[in-house]
């Protein structure tokens, strides 16, 4: 390694940041993320984190950056002035969606709304058979005034979504040259570039959403790379991708849609990795910041991911979210953070969705919030200090956060100030572990069988009660478990995917095409990575979705390099087998298999991150900071429970629970029945009691 490298993730309460000096050391911070402009906290925190490693803007050599903008810009509905062009007859493909029901017997259940209301949905005469075949050639003179008409009521946007644009774009493309000619401001989002599968109505959505964020990434992205210019960086900014790859702000300008969970991805990647240095590789990726908690399986050392991802689930019910077709690792995340809002609800205690965020605040933080929350609860219950969080650049107020539990929370259901904090976090804990099924149970996975890897600013301290609930034997508890977000970045690949949908019995397959298909996307995706200037060999990943023929849902599956042959085709019809005899524990090889979807990754190695061995070998001791009272309902309320500095803990060192480590960016609590040990890299492993 021969240059600095920064990554700074967003979140929904606070902005990481991780610089790594030439020589390997880490520099760490966290700040409050700043509203309407998470950029102002961006660049203050690069600044400050520059200046304390001695690093100019000049020296930097990569900066790399994770931001759920794109999800709140859908979940909020603040996108503006966007507009849709379909196919004559389809206008109402958004609206109608699917038929079926994400929740049966639930007779008051909505559907997303569509992102763009149906007086800006318009329709252009014009027909593209499935097998590429134009029945009607397009109306060029009524697309005309439809693109007038849609410029006359203020669109800037545009997403333009022909029926089976994925085999034959001829009509899309002609008819984005007609928006360039009647509104050459108006931008234009393609579905054969940004989505080319087929499933008219998930094609769609994916397309929209790549629209209705596209105006804002870009002005985002373009202020921020900007403003870095300024400073004096001279590198490129590169962005997480929802898959776990990064690339190029430019090519996140163009495909947007791609970064709409940036910042999760980032965290899970490093989960891993502290997996495979602890011997792990079947985990449970756990992520609680200040405004949601994130959680995915890994397996084999691998994230599980989807190609159908779906944003603002109801309840996390599969079709209850906006869809999209893009590569995503297979996150769950629900509103669980230490910014939730407690509340007495109906006799009992409620936490979430509902967060604080950073403004005002939790009202410990004493920024105007009036209302508990989780970290307010874990401030009374001692698991947080007042004068070291967050490094001790901030100061909590007890007395604040007494207030809100006890007004808001513990009188209205006549409990005890103690009793309400420890129902505040026990109840977060509950909502988590229902999440914590969904991702491993609902998967085919035993929680038993696994190992839980916690971090973000608030894992750590919920982690081990979590794996306690689902009877989860050991945790990994890394250290700078605050910034693994941000760490992730700089552990991220270049990667770019592409699909295209081609529809064929594997028996049928024309073979010349299917090779072009994916000459085609090889040359489209190898484009992408060469503009992020990686160094060295790029790789090629292939995979194709496959099912028996007259069923709905498909399988991925491998498919071998190189040009394809009919042999080739047999050992993906192999794969295919197998892997359907995993899922379901049958298969039936004589039955004909159709092929749905082709794809590719390519992926361009980056500089690696290196992580500092932990001190040389000791005891805890050496680490004691001090003690302080902290509530364990199993010790029958607050004990007096001994403090570890994280820093000074060497590696080999052991704690027994209830014990209480802190650091810069979090604090872990082990409660009692739990021992930790410390690894060679820092990290805490727990052998979890009941």
């Known amino acids: ?108 259940i909505e559907k997303p709304r569509p992102l763009i209301p149906r007086r800006l949905i318009a329709e252009v005469p014009e027909r593209t058979l499935a097998d590429g075949a134009v029945l009607e050639a397009l109306d060029e003179t009524e697309a005309r005034r439809v693109i007038r008409a849609l410029v006359a ?80 960086y001279e590198g490129r900014l590169f962005i997480m991708q929802s898959s776990g790859g990064i690339a190029t702000a430019e090519a996140m300008e163009r495909y947007p849609v791609r970064m709409i969970e940036s910042g999760p991805a980032a965290g899970t990647l490093m989960a891993a990795a ?122 909590l107020d007890v007395a604040n956060a007494r207030r809100a539990i006890e007004e808001r929370v513990a009188r209205p259901l006549g409990l005890t100030l103690s009793e309400a904090a420890w129902g505040i976090h026990l109840v977060v804990n509950s909502n988590m572990e229902l999440a914590t099924r969904v991702v491993s149970i609902e998967r085919g996975h035993d929680p038993r069988d696994l190992t839980l890897v916690a971090f973000g600013g608030s894992g750590p301290v919920h982690g081990c009660r979590l794996a306690q609930a689902l009877r989860i034997p050991r945790a990994i508890l890394p250290a700078a478990a605050g910034v693994t977000a941000a760490l992730g970045l700089l552990s991220a690949e270049v990667k770019f995917d592409v699909a295209r949908s081609y529809v064929r019995r594997l028996d049928a397959v024309d073979l010349r095409h299917l090779n072009t298909i994916y000459g085609d996307m090889e040359a489209q995706a190898l484009q992408v990575v060469r503009e992020s200037a990686v160094e060295g060999e790029m790789a090629i990943q292939r995979t194709a979705d496959l099912r028996y023929v007259g069923q709905g849902y498909e399988l991925n599956v491998p498919v071998p390099p190189g040009t394809l042959d009919e042999r080739e085709l047999g050992r993906v019809r192999e794969a295919f087998d197998e892997a359907y005899q995993v899922r379901y524990g049958v298969a039936a090889p004589r039955e004909p298999v159709e092929a749905v979807t082709w794809k590719l990754t390519a992926l361009g190695a980056g500089p690696r991150l290196t992580l500092a061995p932990a001190p040389r070998m000791g005891r805890a001791d050496v680490a004691l900071a001090g003690r302080r009272q902290a509530y364990f309902p199993e010790k029958a309320g607050y004990v007096d429970t001994p403090v570890y500095d994280r820093y000074r803990l060497p590696a080999g060192a052991q704690i027994a629970g209830p014990a209480i480590v802190e650091e810069r960016e979090s604090t872990t609590v082990l409660p009692p029945g739990c021992g930790a040990r410390v690894d060679d890299w820092g990290s805490l492993i727990v052998e979890v009691g009941s």
């Open 1 to 108: 390694m021969s240059q600095y490298r920064i990554g700074f993730d967003v979140g929904g309460t606070f902005t990481d940041f991780v610089l790594q000096t030439p020589t390997g050391d880490l520099h760490t911070a966290k700040r409050l993320t700043t509203y309407p402009d998470p950029s102002e906290a961006c660049l203050a925190g690069l600044d400050d984190v520059l200046v304390r490693a001695g690093c100019s803007w000049a020296q930097l050599g990569q900066a790399v950056h994770g931001t759920t903008i794109g999800s709140n810009l859908v979940i909020e509905r603040k996108g503006r002035d966007v507009a849709l062009i379909t196919t004559r007859g389809f206008r109402d493909v958004l609206i109608i969606g699917r038929s079926k029901r994400y929740q049966v017997y639930d007779l008051q």
């Open 153 to 232: 009521r203020g669109v800037r946007t545009v997403a333009i979504c022909l029926l089976h644009a994925y085999v034959n774009p001829a009509h899309e493309r002609r008819l984005a040259e007609l928006v360039a000619e009647e509104a050459p401001g108006i931008a234009v989002s393609l579905s054969h570039e940004v989505s080319p599968t087929f499933r008219e109505y998930e094609r769609t959505s994916t397309t929209v959403v790549n629209a209705y964020i596209m105006g804002a990434i870009r002005d985002y992205l373009a202020s921020l790379r900007g403003e870095m210019g300024r400073r004096g």
């Open 274 to 395: 502290y997996g495979e240095l602890a011997g792990r590789r079947d985990l449970i990726a756990f992520d609680m910041g200040g405004t949601t908690a994130k959680l995915a399986l890994i397996h084999g050392g691998r994230p599980l991911v989807t190609s159908l991802f779906e944003l603002h689930r109801v309840g996390g019910a599969a079709g209850s979210g906006l869809p999209m077709n893009i590569q995503a690792l297979d996150l769950v995340e629900i509103g669980a953070g230490g910014g939730s809002i407690a509340t007495a609800r109906l006799g009992v205690v409620a936490v979430g969705p509902e967060s604080a965020s950073s403004t005002p605040g939790p009202a410990c933080y004493a920024r105007g919030g009036l209302l508990p929350t989780v970290t307010d609860a874990n401030l009374v219950l001692g698991y947080l200090s007042p004068d070291r969080f967050a490094g001790g650049t901030m100061t």
